[in-house]
């Protein structure tokens, strides 16, 4: 994959629908999530017709604010896991990333204040249609030893959806696909949050 990674959520879509490029346009995972589940899997597909699938996202109970996701390759093999880091997550959003069950990173909200400014905003008619333009959440992913692996931010847009994943340090190959499918999954869950 040639970074940066641009992540775009279809707009006029009833159910959350995501594709994620490389640097040279070529597409690494698209997704259309499914509504009215109990208990959430997400299918990831490698193509944008959703022929080939590529992973498996599983929650591990019916619709909980703590759940954890776990990442199925196609033989069902556990890959790993992402959970949101309980009601730390109210103030800034805060996931660890799984292999196992030990935390191998976390993702972390750079500055919760967007968040709040974002959503009061958006609230006052007419302005509320601007805030895509001035309040972008921006992601940090650390290794379990504080170290910033990749960076995930929103774009400015005014209607649409996009961000961009920037990557800082080295990772293995399971290391990447760990980190990708978790800022997916902690995109879908924030998805009314900025």
């Known amino acids: 994959?040639?970074?940066?990674?641009?992540?775009?959520?279809?707009?006029?879509?009833?159910?959350?629908?995501?594709?994620?490029?490389?640097?040279?346009?070529?597409t690494h995972f698209c997704i259309r999530q499914k509504l009215f589940k109990l208990k959430e899997v997400i299918n990831v597909f490698a193509d944008l017709q959703r022929t080939q699938l590529q992973y498996e996202i599983k929650a591990d109970r019916i619709i909980d604010f703590s759940a954890r996701y776990n990442f199925l390759d196609t033989n069902g093999k556990t890959i790993g896991a992402v959970k949101r880091h309980g009601l730390k997550s109210?103030?800034?959003a805060r996931y660890d990333i799984y292999h196992g069950e030990t935390v191998r990173f976390t993702i972390s909200e750079q500055n919760p204040w967007v968040k709040v400014m974002d959503s009061l905003f958006a609230e006052i008619p007419v302005v509320g249609l601007f805030t895509g333009f001035l309040f972008n959440p921006v992601y940090v992913v650390n290794r379990a030893d504080g170290n910033t692996v990749m960076y995930l931010e929103k774009r400015p847009a005014f209607l649409s959806r996009i961000f961009t994943i920037k990557q800082v340090d080295q990772l293995s190959n399971e290391e990447e696909t760990q980190v990708l499918?978790?800022?997916?999954?902690?995109l879908l869950l924030e998805r009314n949050r900025g």
Do not use: E, N
């Open 1 to 26: 994959m040639q970074y940066p990674l641009t992540l775009t959520f279809k707009f006029w879509s009833l159910a959350p629908q995501l594709s994620v490029q490389d640097a040279a346009g070529v």
């Open 90 to 92: 109210f103030w800034r």
């Open 181 to 186: 499918l978790s800022l997916i999954m902690m």
